[in-house]
Structures are given as C-alpha cells and as structure tokens.
C-alpha cells in the first residue's frame, strides 16, 4: 500500500530542487571534466540528504533526480525504437590509398552538385570500440535511450542508459533545444575492463573477451542494477533530430554545442585538411592508441560542413562524407597446432602455443606463451582448438579465449609433464606458487643457457655478440657451465666453434674484457636473482655500501629497501647463501669485475635523495652506465620510463619521446650541465 501523499514545505521543496542542481553540477565536474570541485564525502552528504527528502516527500521526486539513475528492474525484452534519424554505419579503408580516393570522391561530388571545395576540412575523432547509442531528451531532460540496431530501429535500453554517471539526465544551459536527439558510444575504459575482470575471476564467473563485448553485454542487461555495477562511460559525436533551435553549421561546431550541454566528447579529435591531413592524424593517434585510456580500432573521418555532408547524401545506409580508417586487425581466429613447454633460467616451466600462423595487429604471429599451467586449464585451450589471438598495439600477443562450437572431437586437457623436457629431471609445483619448476638447476642445460643469455644481455653485462646460437655452443661443447667462465675464454677454444672465426672471436673477447666494469646495479641484475628486476638491483645498490655488505644481510634488513618485500627478501637470502652461487661470484670477482666506487647516498643534502628520475637522450660527458650509477649513490631512484610519478628528467642529444612527454605531464627538466651544476657531479 502506497504511502499517502504529504503536503510539501516550500523550502523544503526549494531545497530539493537546490540538491539536485548542486549534484548534478558536482556529477558533471567529476565525470564529464574529471576535475572535482569537492571531496567524494561532501558529494555523498548532498545525496544523502536528497534521498532523505523524497522518501519523505514521494511528490518531490523527478525523472530526472540523481536519485532516479536506477530504477527497478524490469521484466520481458527490451521494448523496439524506431529512429526519427536512422543511425548511419561507415565504409572502412583499410590503406593509405582508399582514403586518398575517399577525399577524390568527396571533392568531385561536391564540384558536380554545385560546390566550389577549394580545400576540404575534417574532423578526425579515434574510432571507439563500444556500442553506438542515440539519446533523445525533450525540454532538456532524458526519455529514451535506444541501440542502433539495424540501424532504422533499435532497442529501449533507457533504464541501463540512465545508470551511466557521465550522461546527464538534464541538459546544461539556456537555449536547449525542445527536442534533441544524439548519437555516440558507450564503452568501458581500459582499467575499468581490467578490474571488472580481475572481480569477476574471481568470483567465478566468466570474464568478457574485450571491453567492445563488455560495453554491449553491459548495456543489454534487463536489470539496470547490473549494468550499474560496470564501469561504463560514453563520449557523444552527432546529432539526430533537432527541433526548436538551429542546427550548428560545421562538425566541429557540433562536437563544441554537445560539450557545452554537459556532454563528454573526445579528448582526441582534430580539424584537419585534406588527405594529407587525415593520414598524419591517423598515424598520430596509432602512435599513442596504446597509451589512451580507451579502446578504440581506427579513426573517423567526417567532412566538416554540415551543408555540404546534405549535399553528398548517403548510399546503402553509409554516408558519402565520412568513412572509418580502420586500424590492423588486433584479434584474429587461428588453430593450435602444439602446445609445447619451455625451460627458463629459474627452471620456470611454460607452457607455449605452437599457432598456425595469422596476422594480426600488424605482425605475423606463429607463438603465444600461456604462462602456467593455471592459465592453460583457465582458459581451457587444448591442441586443434580455433583460439582468438589479440595483440594490441606493441603488446605480447595472447590467446583470449576458445571458440568452443570448433572445438575437434576428442581434444584432450592439457596436463603438465613430470620429467623436464630438456634435462628429464622431476618438475615440481610448490602449493602457493603458479609456477611450476624443473629441479634439474644446473643439470639442466636449458637453464644454464638462459642464465647466461640474461647475464650477457644489455640490461646486465651487456656483452655484445654473446648471441643465443653461439651460448647455445659454448654450453653444447661444456666449454661453459657458469657465467664466470665466459672470462676464461681464449681464442684457440672460440675459433673451433661453428662460423666463429678469429677476427668475430677477437671482437667477443673484447667485448666481454670491456664488460668487467659495470656498475654495482647491473652486476646485481645479472646475477638472475629470482624476483630482484633492474629496479631492484638498482634499489639494493643504492642501499648497500658493497656486495660483501649485501650476501651477509638477513631479510629484516633487506626489506627496508624501497620494491623488497618478505618474499623477494627470502629469495635473496637463499641465492646468496646457495654455496654454488658464492662459489660463483666469488670467481667473477676474481675475474676483476668491479665499479666504481661511490659514496653512500647523501640522504639529507642531496635534492635527489629519493627521487624519481629518467635519462634520455645521450650524455656527453658520461656514459650511461656512469651516470645511472652516480645517481643512485646520491639516493635516486633511476628508471626507464616517463610517468606521473617521475620526479626529474635529465635530457642529453637527441632525447626523443620521452622529453616531450615530461613536458605534457610538468615534470621538471634537467640539461646535463644543470646536473653537474645541481649535483656537482
């Protein structure tokens, strides 16, 4: 039985309508601007007092209130739309040269109906890899939210729609239109994929296959409540129907009116000229396409005049003036032909998809690690599966998952083998870790080689011409059975390998003569140590005054390091007290492996002491190398890589990327001389 209506105080409706107004100006700040005017707690006692309000004033309550995103669930299908405005698909290019005749086609179109385009403007946007929406709001507020569908009709998904906090329920401003209707994409950003996943997982359940999946299965659910729990997000791009206000004149003017109503656009879009101007943005934006927050698989292209796209009309429900410059697909359908396991340098057995090879994301892909056998049994993927392959811009190519209805009769689970593969001894698996591992240690040759292919890489000795193939000799021969006899080796023993001759043999020795000084990080890095990365050996370089220092340390010390925690302390721990490893060691000192000596890191007077900092470009004073190890004896904390977090960026010659982008984010800028001025290096 409803609740009878009560007689509501005009100042506590002036106030309910005040609320709202302030929420939904809050809501716009944090979702459509990302820049928040207030703290989650005060938003949170704004909506809560509204709440209170309408419960006990049910006639306060609007469509359009805060209050109102979700609703109750309904039941059945989903209602059909039809579009006043159809929703519009887009031809694709796939080359350089299809977007070349695009822009012949829109030019001669354009003289033939009357038009004189001396030069032809666009506007490029990213191509989203979402679901397309049309929104429809009457005297500024939200009544319906439709898929594309067919394109003519689609299907009421206005309860999920009203769940998603950067799409306002009324519009911003003054002169809204009387009736507005607006297309764009619903997608689920990068991180919110990840975590929804990463939830999912492990509770259970199955985690989707793409964010585009994602974004679409969100949006079709029948319990709003379901779709409110995923983290979906919209930009908006186009208009439908208009009545009671003019239509802006250009693209780009719309893109401008649909930000100004309290709508989000794309960070990314750009006006841009001719064809020329069209494949520079598209290379721009697949340069960076791994670094956006968002998925997207091509760019727009869309004449920017709003007159002369009525002029060019449409055909097969695709428009004249625009086409979707698509990028190289990133998934892709293949068989598995094997499934084999390799042997790493801890004895880390994984597992290896053999593929039958399929292009994809701009590279031919044959291989595809599984990791563990935990990701094998996952994943379910056995040998004569059709698999979909993603790669994603530079990224590691990865089976995302099985198409089960392909799946061949009689395909068996994948099990771990027991014995090794290379050496046959036992591979065991400890209770609480992933991976599982061959015992063979140093029996096992496929171990011992890629230790010394990790020791001889650039990262760690850095021995030039130490390449896979001759280690895999050195160690064949027994001419090799740990990193410190590679400095007891003579030309008489490199010149009998294969295609080793005495000039290439006088340039390895060299090489590994020169690799003797190095720096106390790198040293430590390419000793293997499980778990202990280049950031780590930095992190403990700086940390200890010398090696001897460091094998006696126990874990209570070592976890006071910056990146050392319990489990990276013990494996720390267990190498050095290895005898095997000490034994090791003590012969590569032997060998005069040494650096330089450094002062312990000045914590109180040295402006970098913890300090984040990047060297790009080349130095012309020191070497890399140098310059890495007198920054970390003052307390900083060197990496490779640009983010938010790094503290200063020291730039040499030719510095690149990562120079320009220090300066997007504010990050301070040092030229070598100011280092040696600042640091009095």
Known sequence: MAKPSRKVPKDIAVESERLREQIDEHRYAYYVLAHPKV???????????????????????????????????PTGEFAQVEHDVPMLSLANAFHDEDVIAFHERVNVRLKDAGADPAALEFVAEPKLDGTAISLRYVKGRLILGATRGDGSRGE????????????????????????????????????????????????????FVNARNAAA?????????????????????????????????????VLGFLAEIGFRTSPDWELVEGYSGCLRYYENIRAKRSDLPYEIDGVVYKLNRLDWQDLLGTVSRAPRWAIAHKF??????????????????????TPVARLEPVFVGGVTVSNVTLHNIGEVHRKDVRVGDTVIVRRAGDVIPEIVGVVPDRRPRGAKVVQLPVACPVCGSAILQEEDEA???????????????????????????????LGSKLIDQLVDAKLVTNAAQ??????????????????????????????????????????????????????????FASLDELMVSDEERLQQVEDVGPIVAGQITKFFRETHNAAVIKSLIGHNIHWPAMDRPRTVDSPIAGKRVVITGTLGSLSRQEATARLEALGAKVVSSVSSKTDIVIVGESPG?????????????????????????
């Open 39 to 73: 703290p989650d707690a005060e938003f949170d006692r704004l909506f809560a007092r509204l709440e209170e309000i309408e419960l006990k004033y049910p006639d306060l309550v609007t469509a359009d209130s805060p209050t109102q995103r979700i609703g109750p669930a």
């Open 156 to 207: 009421d998904v206005t309860h999920n729609v009203r769940t998603i906090e950067s799409l306002p329920l009324r519009l911003r401003g003054k002169r809204l239109p009387a009736l507005l209707e607006v297309r764009g994409e619903i997608f689920m950003p990068k991180a919110g994929f990840e975590e929804f996943n990463r939830r999912m997982a492990a509770e259970g359940g199955k985690p």
């Open 217 to 253: 299965g969100s949006l079709r659910q029948l319990d709003p409540r379901l779709t409110a729990d995923r983290p979906l997000d919209a930009f908006l791009y186009g208009l439908g129907k208009v009545e009671g206000r003019t239509a802006p004149d250009t693209h780009a003017e």
């Open 328 to 349: 190289p697909a990133q998934e892709e359908m293949t068989v598995v032909a094997a499934i084999e396991f390799q042997v790493g340098r801890t004895g880390a057995i």
């Open 435 to 465: 991976v599982a591992r061959c015992s063979g240690q140093l029996a096992c040759a496929a171990q011992l080689k890629e230790s010394l292919r990790h020791f001889a890489s650039r990262s760690a000795m850095d021995i030039d011409g």
């Open 486 to 543: 590679l400095y007891e080796l003579t030309l008489e023993r490199l010149i009998d390998l294969d295609r080793m001759g005495e000039r290439s043999a006088s340039k390895l020795l060299s090489s590994i003569g020169s690799s003797k000084k190095t720096t106390f990080a790198r040293f430590l890095f390419a000793l293997g140590i499980r778990n202990v990365g280049s950031a780590t050996a930095g992190a403990l370089a700086a940390e």
């Open 657 to 681: 990327s990562k120079l320009k982008k220090a300066e997007e984010l504010g990050i301070t800028v040092w030229t070598e001389d100011m280092v040696k001025r600042e640091l009095r290096l």
